[in-house]
């Protein structure tokens, strides 16, 4: 549910739209199928990572075993940071969803209450993050069913008036519009809309049978991005033409005119923007708590590694790492604080926060295809794995290149314009990664780890 609940998020219900007005609904389909495909390859190289050695340090963890300590280093701390400020951002857009309803509450109030919520739930128990998102990821779940349900429905004209067919799919420029520039322009919105689903290999370190759990969930991610994705941007294109103004409006957060409340609007559910407002609510806090927990387990396991100060290393009776959920917390609390008393601060940092899961990825494609290498070169047979990464190594390649693609393209208009500002504030993540590995390896003369001496054993330090 975890993985599923990683896979859903505010993307489908609110910028999914936007895919289809900028490259037709031929464009969005292709752009969320290429960027599903490199999420299956990601998926998979973690399966394989994370059911050899399963621990709370994921990625950051394989980067500093089986490439560099440096990168380890740079990639865990640049993780739990921009995760952190993740979690303001959400609190921050949680309050202006309640506003929706109590529209002169004052939103810095609810905010707070919300940050509570989401420290009190990671504090008690690791089944008690479990057990919210769990259920969290179930409310998303359903909508999505019922939706893809009802949209079919009416485009086969079982619902609510004469077959709507495909007709959306063929007016003006459509099937596609603007070509493969579009097309690449949509992999952007396609790709922020699977962040998260690197979780995964993040819960595997507290998985009771992790070589079970975990390739079964990642088994299923491919089916599970095939049909609520695929299947929802289907869904959308044929019943809202491209040409309307409203699937632009939806990814500027107006949820009155998100595709989901347009259509269940047209299936005759009055209360649709109310309903839809209340799960991107829970959606938005399921990503709160997920960011929550993947940076204080981040922290953790930074301190496990010697990258961190020991403290963060402590846990309670119940497991949970306290110390790196405070600090956490604490920087949420900052984060947040800079929104209301220095906004240009705050934009900066989320900016910060906004390669962080793309380069996460090139970490995982990486560590996977040097951890594969090296377990061959040192004699070991394939066999000897629980878990078996598909189409080695053209996943990982591939997956490595869309994703540098994807950061590449990030804002292409700034570099074509010069505009050194855009520049800047669209790509901070990357000269922030590169100052903490070069100062790591500057400080501790690390190299990039031989083959034949990369520790592919399953046991940890």
Known sequence: MIALGGCIGTGLFMTSGSTIATAGPGGGLVAYIAMGLMVYFLMTSLGELATNLPVSGSFATYNGRYVDPALGFAMGWNYWFNWAITVAVDISTAA?????????????????????LIFLINALTVATF???????????????????????AMIFGILNGPAVGLKNFTIKQAPFVGGIPAIINVFLIAGFSFQGTELIGVTAGESSHPEKAVPKAINDVFWRILLFYILSIFVIAALIPYTSPNLLRAAAGNIAVSPFTLVFKRAGLAFAASLMN?????????AANSGAYASTRMLYALAQDHWAPKIFARTTKQGIPLFSLIATTLVSLAAFATSIFGQKIYMWLVAASGLTGFIAWVGIALSHYRFRRAFVKQGHDLSELKYHAKLFPLGPIIALILCIVVIGGQNIDAFIHWDWQQIGVTYIGLPLVLILYLGYKWKHHTKIIPLEEIDVSGEKY
Do not use: H, Q, R
Request: proline share 4%; no cysteine.
């Open 96 to 116: 202006l969803l309640i506003k929706f309803w109590l529209p002169d509450s004052p939103g810095w109030v609810w905010s707070l209450l919300i940050l509570v």
């Open 130 to 152: 479990g057990e919210t998102e769990y259920w969290l990821s179930i409310i998303k779940v359903v909508t999505v069913i019922i939706f893809l349900i009802v949209g079919l």
């Open 278 to 286: 209340a799960i991107v609510l829970t959606a938005v806090l399921s």
